[in-house]
């Protein structure tokens, strides 16, 4: 019960409007800081959620698959620069960001330990390249892609995009260097 207060707490200080409408001003805070925090509370308050309905948990994210499904694709929704854009100018597009993000995090947290080695690699690797492919978008772009935010916060999104790409191959290299031989 503890991380679902957590939870809580951390989705109803995203909340707080000034809170909201200083991270959404500033380009990497939307994408790098307040996304994946709306996640995250999704995610520590999905475990009470998850026992409270472990039936239907059971019965309808078996193998963990379409748990994950809707992280991808929600989460790849939330990479695109419109997606951005349209959640600092539409009220029904942040709405989604404020539930869907949220139950995302429920999803992973449900989906994750039930995915194999083999989904959880694939999925990992997805998002390595993604991360990577954002990067190169945001920094090479010659334009101002997103309406809302300049050029140069663009350049620094894609920056921070990179600093997380090379941080998951880093992860990755520790991974396949390291001796797992003790945890069997």
Same mark, same amino acid.
């Given at each position: 019960?503890?991380?679902?207060?957590? @939870?809580?707490?951390?989705?109803?200080?995203?909340?707080?409007?000034?809170?909201? !409408?200083? *991270?959404?001003?500033?380009?990497?805070?939307?994408?790098?800081?307040?996304?994946?925090?709306?996640?995250? !509370? @999704?995610?520590?308050?999905?475990?009470?959620?998850? =026992?409270? &309905?472990?039936? &239907?948990?059971?019965?309808? $994210?078996? $193998?963990?698959?379409?748990?994950?499904?809707?992280?991808?694709?929600?989460?790849m929704?939330? *990479?695109?620069?419109? !997606?951005?854009?349209?959640?600092?100018?539409?009220?029904?597009?942040?709405?989604?960001?404020?539930?869907?993000?949220?139950?995302?995090?429920?999803?992973?947290?449900?989906?994750?330990?039930?995915?194999?080695?083999?989904?959880?690699?694939?999925?990992?690797? $997805?998002?390595?390249?993604? &991360?990577?492919? *954002? !990067?190169?978008?945001?920094?090479?772009?010659?334009?101002q892609?997103? =309406? $809302?935010?300049?050029?140069?916060?663009?350049?620094?999104?894609?920056?921070?995009?990179l600093?997380?790409?090379?941080? *998951?191959?880093?992860?990755?290299?520790?991974?396949? &260097?390291?001796?797992?031989?003790?945890?069997?």
């Amino acid at each position: 019960m503890k991380q679902a207060g957590l @939870g809580t707490i951390l989705f109803g200080i995203l909340c707080i409007p000034p809170l909201t !409408a200083y *991270m959404e001003s500033i380009m990497l805070l939307h994408m790098l800081v307040q996304l994946p925090l709306l996640i995250l !509370a @999704g995610c520590l308050i999905g475990k009470p959620v998850i =026992n409270k &309905f472990h039936t &239907f948990f059971t019965h309808w $994210n078996t $193998n963990g698959i379409p748990g994950i499904i809707i992280f991808v694709f929600i989460t790849m929704y939330w *990479m695109l620069p419109r !997606a951005i854009d349209e959640a600092v100018t539409i009220d029904l597009v942040e709405l989604f960001k404020f539930i869907g993000l949220p139950i995302v995090g429920l999803c992973l947290r449900d989906s994750w330990k039930k995915l194999q080695t083999l989904g959880k690699s694939f999925i990992f690797l $997805n998002y390595l390249s993604m &991360f990577g492919l *954002m !990067a190169w978008l945001y920094i090479d772009s010659p334009i101002q892609i997103c =309406n $809302n935010y300049l050029e140069t916060q663009q350049k620094v999104l894609g920056w921070g995009f990179l600093v997380i790409t090379i941080w *998951m191959i880093l992860y990755l290299l520790q991974a396949v &260097f390291t001796d797992h031989s003790e945890k069997t």
